[in-house]
């Protein structure tokens, strides 16, 4: 099995462009998980689905983030207009179900200049 | 919301000591509680978990306690080696939806 696949794995961009982040999850998981990782918040779960149905995106900081997942091998997160504070690494995950271990990918690294 | 506190934030210990992780959190309702082992510049990866129906779970060199009277658990590593350097993540939610992360604990195990 390939994983969690994300893309791109690097990006970087300047403040007000589009930023669209990828992601692939294990084949037959069917629940999708999107994280942050900063230095000073640390792991911060965005939001997650439930057989491509979005469940709970409290953890959206604000309108200008949006996730969609049109299909269960496809998920995408879009931040529009980025800001310099969007820097991050952002982290797709799956699981089979929600009684089981998450699967993370490999991460997208976003910069923000 | 779940709220999980993570101490220590670092940890320094010799080669073939333990080490200990100890982790709260505050929502009676958490029934899942993962350890992620994360190394520079790769993805979070579990390394064990444990659910509210039992009190301690080992794998190896690897255990985990619950005290869910007290609302907290921990993570110990036995005959640390130098390749258990890493920053390890506790989380609890309920099932593994909504997970909240503690910030993390860096271990260092020198030679």
């Excluded at chain 1, 997942?69 to 980025?82: G, R, V, Y």
């Excluded at chain 1, 271990?101 to 991460?107: D, K, L, S, T, Y």
């Excluded at chain 2, 007290?70 to 997970?99: R, W």
């Amino acid at each position: 099995d390939a994983g969690v696949i994300q893309s791109p794995r690097h990006e970087v961009t300047e403040m007000g462009q589009e930023v669209t982040l990828r992601c692939k999850p294990i084949s037959g998981h069917n629940s999708l998980f999107w994280y942050r990782q900063t230095m000073m918040r640390g792991l911060e779960l965005l939001i997650y689905f439930n057989n491509n149905v979005p469940i709970d995106d409290s953890g959206m900081p604000e309108d200008r983030f949006s996730a969609k997942m049109p299909n269960a091998s496809f998920s995408t997160l879009k931040i529009q207009p980025s800001e310099p504070r969007d820097s991050a690494v952002y982290f797709c995950a799956s699981s089979l179900g929600s009684y089981n271990e998450q699967f993370f990918g490999p991460g997208t690294r976003l910069t923000v200049l | 919301g779940e709220n999980v506190e993570q101490h220590p934030s670092t940890l320094s210990v010799q080669e073939g000591d333990s080490a200990v992780i100890k982790c709260t959190y505050s929502d009676s309702a958490s029934n899942y509680f993962p350890w992620y082992k994360q190394e520079l510049g790769k993805r979070p990866q579990l390394i064990i978990d444990i659910r509210s129906n039992v009190g301690e779970k080992k794998d190896q060199r690897i255990a985990v306690t619950l005290n869910k009277t007290a609302k907290h658990f921990s993570l110990h590593i036995t005959e640390t080696q130098p390749e258990d350097s890493a920053v390890y993540f506790c989380a609890a939610g309920y099932n593994n939806n909504d997970m909240r992360f503690g910030a993390g604990t860096r271990l260092t195990v020198k030679p």
